[in-house]
């Protein structure tokens, strides 16, 4: 049983598109964290969201944690091929982060 | 700030060989987490230590792993003996603490047991 169910599981898109991806659970976190992760390296942290209803940019993305911490979304303005990718959300109920199945994003120029 | 290095980077044996994956975590991190990552199964945590010291291994999934930190720059994950199953790619990653704090990840070990 996973914790943390990640939609959608893959994602192809026209370079320029808008996107959403979701991250969804029924456990409560006291944190959450997306990070990115490219084919031959391990994953790299892109944003931790503590507060409900925390709301972060990084540049083109835009990252939500839900008002009852449940659950979060990643959002991305006019895709680049460079923005391609698996995304992944990890919660921490506790002391350790636990990963979420992850969405693959491909950006086609 | 060399990161997190994982060694070997690829290993290939044959089922009921003995495995030993390496990992130095980055230097002033406390806390190390070993991860293992398939495509049907996705990222899960096999166990971590704070200080050193193993503190949740409940992610093992069974005794012929075996996991250890002996020293702040140094641990080991072990698989003895390997089995098809095994095949993934392992991760081992660092902290400056437990909770909030980033996961700084190596590159991975790629694991293939035939």
């Known amino acids: 049983t996973q914790l943390l169910e990640q939609s959608p599981q893959f994602l192809s898109i026209q370079e320029g598109e808008n996107l959403t991806v979701y991250c969804n659970s029924s456990?409560?976190?006291?944190?959450l964290q997306w990070y990115r992760q490219e084919p031959g390296e391990g994953p790299v942290l892109l944003v931790t969201?503590?507060?409900?209803?925390e709301v972060k940019k990084l540049k083109r993305l835009t990252f939500q944690f839900g008002d009852a911490r449940k659950d979060s979304s990643l959002h991305i303005t006019a895709a680049q091929p460079g923005d391609t990718g698996l995304y992944l959300c990890?919660?921490?109920?506790?002391?350790?982060?636990?990963f979420g199945t992850g969405t693959s994003l491909t950006v086609i120029p | 700030d060399a990161g997190v290095i994982q060694s070997p980077r690829h290993e290939v044996t044959e089922m009921g060989q003995e495995v030993t994956l390496r990992c130095k975590p980055i230097?002033?991190?406390?806390?190390l987490f070993w991860y293992r990552q398939t495509m049907m199964r996705g990222l899960e945590l096999l166990i971590y230590?704070?200080?050193?010291?193993?503190?949740?291994d409940s992610g093992m999934p069974e005794d012929r792993f075996s996991a250890k930190m002996p020293n702040a720059s140094f641990s080991t994950l072990k698989i003895q003996p390997s089995e098809p199953r095994d095949s993934a790619v392992y991760f081992c990653?660092?902290?400056?603490?437990?909770?909030?704090?980033?996961?700084?990840f190596g590159n991975g070990t790629r694991l293939t047991v035939t």
């Open positions: 230097s002033g991190h406390n806390s």
């Open positions: 969201v503590v507060t409900g209803g």
């Open positions: 456990s409560v976190f006291s944190s």
């Open positions: 990653a660092s902290s400056r603490t437990v909770g909030n704090s980033p996961l700084h």
């Open positions: 990890a919660g921490a109920p506790g002391n350790q982060f636990y």
């Open positions: 230590f704070n200080n050193n010291v193993p503190i949740d």
